[in-house]
Structures are given as structure tokens and as C-alpha cells.
């Protein structure tokens, strides 16, 4: 089976796509690498270098899968250019899922986001409950999940909305909660905190990706499945990084007024499970940093990096 991968050299695809390979598929990774690309080569990887916008110049010759994770992939980020973040996120995910039905793809896996809901204060946020995408990069979401369903008599799409992602990538983000505490309190010994009560879905890192492999292998499971595991207040995250690391912590006031807590029954329905915790992701990161393999870069921080004139 050979699987193409947008934005594959992106944090998740940078954990993804090995795992791909370890299972015996071939693998088009494909990815304008505004973050690098820290994939290692290997016989049955194939890494090009494009802008997903460009539809027409992806060679979906022998593509029997599609695994979708490339946008503008968070909400600062995608209010620095509302335009291109509608034609990454939204427009070629639509012009993607037309020459996938139009090549006779059956298979589209798409990454969508927990942060669709919005502010959300029931105590079980399940895939039925109305969305109330708060950003341009929410509304993306929302829209390319509306378009994908659409094509759901031509193709079996699996929409996974994740919650934030947690632990050690070869292409690093710490601009996730998670992550970013966790090196605040190795760098700094201080974590600062944007009011801290506002609730947020973890899911680690390996059981995102896992999970993408899960979906490969049930094509009978379709439709939109929430993928989150533990629904933290970002004071709890800080204080269990505390536990691992000796740090203050601070209070500001918070500018993110999102608060949700998502419920993944349906998936687990499925029969899937995870395997790893927040507090995994944070020693696995605590020992990478000990041992030299995690460093704190620009690059790693996606708005600061866009920002930079990095990415062009
Ligand atoms: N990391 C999380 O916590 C999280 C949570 C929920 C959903 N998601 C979604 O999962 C997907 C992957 O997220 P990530 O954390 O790996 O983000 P990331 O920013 O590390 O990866 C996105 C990749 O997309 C690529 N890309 C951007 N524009 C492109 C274009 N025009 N053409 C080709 N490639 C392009 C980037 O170069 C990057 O490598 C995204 O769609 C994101 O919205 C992520």
C-alpha cells in the first residue's frame, strides 16, 4: 500500500511517517518544509518538497491512501494571513479531495482539530454537539471537515479531531501546552501560566500517530471521531511538570479563551487505546533534554518561526 502524507514533515509527521515505513508502506511524504524535514531516508520513502495549494502538481500515481495534516496549524498563526490560511487549510484540502475521487483514491484520512468546538461547557463534548470555531484556523477546520464528508459516497474519509498534542517529535513544537511547560521549567526554572483554569483535551504524541495507523488498518470505521484522553486545566499540567521538574510558576492573565473538555467514547468504541499519558510525554521529554537529543530552538515555536521571515 503506498500512502501519501501531507505536511509529513511536520511534528506529527515526523513521528508518523517512520512508523508508516516500520509497517511495510510506501510512503510519499509531501510538505513545503517551512520547519525543515528531519525525516531519515529510507528505500520505500519518497520526501517532496511542495506547497499543497499547487493541487495539480502532486503525483497521486499509485496513491492508494491519503493522510492529510498539512495547514496553518494554529490559531495565532493563522490570523497572520487569513487568505493563505483559507487556501492551505480549507481550499486545497477541498481541490485534494477531488483529484483523490477523480484518481479513484478510496481511502482520506483527515486531521482535523478538537479545537472546533470552541468554548464548550457540557462535561462530555461528543462529535454531535454544534461547533463553534472561534479562529480563522477553528473555521478552516470545520469547513474542510463539511467538504471531506462530502465526498463520503466516493471514498472512505476518517476525520479525526485530535486534542492537543503532546510529547517528543524529531521536528519539535513547543508552542503546545504541554511541551511548552515543560521547557519552561527545564530552561527557566519557571513556568508561566495564562490563567490556568481554561481546560484542555492531551493526547501524546504515539497515540495520535498510532492512531492514524489504527484508522489505515478499519476502513469500517468512518465519520469524525474525537481523539483526546485527558482533559487537564493547564494549572494541572504546570503542577505536574513541578512534580518532575523544580519550577515556579506564575499567573498571567489569559488571552485564550478556549475551554473544552472532549469526550472519545466514540473512538474508543472502535477499539482502540491508548498507550501513553501527559505525564509519559513529560518524563520522555525531561530525559531527551537531560540527554542532549531535545534542545529549545526558534524553529520549534511555529508563530515566532513564521514570523521570523523563515518561512517564505
Ligand atoms: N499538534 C497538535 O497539537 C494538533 C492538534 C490538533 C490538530 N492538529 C493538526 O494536525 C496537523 C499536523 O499538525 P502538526 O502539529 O504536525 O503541525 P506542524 O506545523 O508541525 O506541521 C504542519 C506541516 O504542514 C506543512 N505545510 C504547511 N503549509 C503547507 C503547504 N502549503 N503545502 C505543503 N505543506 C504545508 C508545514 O511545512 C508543516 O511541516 C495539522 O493539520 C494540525 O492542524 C495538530
Known sequence: ??????????????????????????????????FGNFLEP??????????????????????????????????????????????ISCLATMQLADRAKRQGIKRFIYASSGSVYGVKEEEHVTEDLPLLPISEYNKTKMCAERILLSYSDDMTVQIVRPATVCGYSPRMRLDVSVNMLTMQAL???????????QTRPNIHIDDITDLYLFLLD??????????????????????????????EVVVSPSNDPRSYRINSDRLLATG?????????????????????????????YNLKWMQSGAVK
Open 272 to 300: 482502540f487505546r491508548p498507550r501513553k499519558s501527559v505525564e509519559v510525554a513529560i518524563q520522555e521529554m525531561i530525559d531527551l533534554y537531560r540527554r542532549g537529543q531535545l534542545t529549545d530552538s526558534d524553529q520549534w
Open 42 to 87: 529510507h528505500p520505500q520513502l519518497e520526501v517532496v518538497q511542495g506547497d499543497v495549494r499547487d493541487t495539480d502538481g502532486i503525483d497521486l500515481t499509485g496513491i492508494d491512501a491519503i493522510i492529510h495534516l498539512s495547514s496553518i496549524a494554529n490559531d495565532p498563526c493563522g490570523d497572520l494571513d487569513p487568505k493563505l490560511t483559507w487556501e
Open 1 to 34: 500500500m503506498k500512502v501519501l502524507v501531507t505536511g509529513a514533515c511536520g511534528y506529527k509527521g515526523s513521528v508518523l511517517v517512520p512508523k508508516l515505513l516500520r509497517r511495510g508502506y510506501s510512503v510519499v511524504a509531501f510538505d513545503i518544509q517551512w
Open 218 to 247: 478499519a476502513p469500517q470505521h468512518t465519520g469524525i471521531f474525537n481523539a483526546g484522553f485527558e482533559n487537564l486545566a493547564i494549572m494541572e499540567i504546570a503542577e505536574m511538570v513541578t512534580r518532575h521538574v523544580p519550577a
Open 187 to 197: 530552561r527557566n526554572g519557571r513556568i508561566t501560566v495564562f490563567g490556568g483554569q
